[in-house]
């Protein structure tokens, strides 16, 4: 049965967009959580553990998300688990964040001039202390715009979640085309919203990052 | 546990490695007609008319900012609308040329604004020809400014390309998606998949290393975090 498009359409899609940020935020959150571990992995002075956090970034960023997204929603049922998409979807953009984000901050603390740690040592500060009071605060501030970054590539990720059945903005419009056919009109609208959502975000993303070019240009 | 079998998926190999060949050739059409897009692109952004620099500007952006999964929709089921037919396989090449152009336009353009202006007015003061300056002076620092950046957006559209399975489109995550279909071994199938990925993209990985440091000589050492 084909139908007009009407205004609750609009509302329906725009509603759903909740959906689409709450995901993107409890993913980011959930991955910088355990993106912090992956961090301390890499820093780590045990060779095997570093090791391990190393095959764990390359796993996750060598291998497509979708693909994620079905491993841990079919997976579950191995371990006598059912997922429903929501849960799955958490767990899976959630594991493929921490990659991203560990990844990133790793390489913001070794952006930090190694002077810095030898300094630190050289006024006898333990190992922890000079990462937190050294280097941490130098590399939270070259981590940041990567990172904003990469929430705008997290934001657009979570669509794929639609292919799992959780919905989101794009299943959304999924739904509302299906029922009156307007493809242009309603994928059209989707795209705003999304745009609307990340543009600024990006921009956000690019004058932290010229702010910082500028001060280390000083 | 104990029905974790992948015997099934094993049977259907071949299948598997036509899809792989599928992905791959998916992939390397992108990047060839990705690319041509983004050299466009990116002289209309750095030496075009006005006009140009904005349209190639809210191209880019707009891109940018959507999931590559909406374009996909937007293309295959939007174009029939306006009276363009497309099948699965034209819509994702079209789709990831789109999207790979827009990425790789603001690459190249980063790699052609790092040339100092100084560089092309010296090689004009010693008589160079333009296509001399473009060859000579230009393109070499050109190249090894956006190697790295351009090889990293390769990979994401090898990596990104699964999605296209979305609109069935004929690549590997749409063979194992008729595979688990019939063998019931959904997970397997996919862990199996997963693995031909990233094999695909660790040797992708590999050879732009390779051939990296057959042009550019070896990579240089950033400074290490003392103590590992």
Redesign the interface.
Known sequence: MIRELNVNDFIYMLSAARWTLLLSVLAIVGGGVVGVGILAAR?S?LRFV?LIAFGYIQ?LQ???????L??VF??G???GIRFDPWTAALIAFSLHASAFVGDIWYGS???V??AQ??GA?SVALS?PKTFRLVIAPQALRIAIPPTVGFL?QLI??T??A??IGFVEL?RA??FI?NSTL???FV??F??CV??VI??PL?KWSQALEARLAKGYAR | MENFDFSSVFAAFDQLMIGAGLTLRLTVQAVILGMVVAIVGAWAKTSGPNWSKSVVNVYVEVIRNTPFLLQLYFFFFGLPALGLRLTPNQAALLTMVINLGAYATEIVRAGIEAIPHGQIEAGKALGFRPLQIFRLIVLPPALRIIYQPLAGQFTMVLLGSSVVSAISANELTSVANSIQAANFKTFETYLVVTFIYLIMVLVFRALFNLIYTRSFGSHTQTNRVPGL
Do not use: D, H
């Open positions: 820093l002075r570093r796993f060598a291998t497509p998300l979708l693909m994620q079905f491993l079919f997976g049922t191995l371990i603390v070794e952006a001039p190694r740690w030898e040592y190992r705008v657009k990720g669509s794929l639609s292919i794009v419009g999924q085309n307007k493809p242009l994928y059209g989707v795209a999304f745009f990340c543009w990006s």
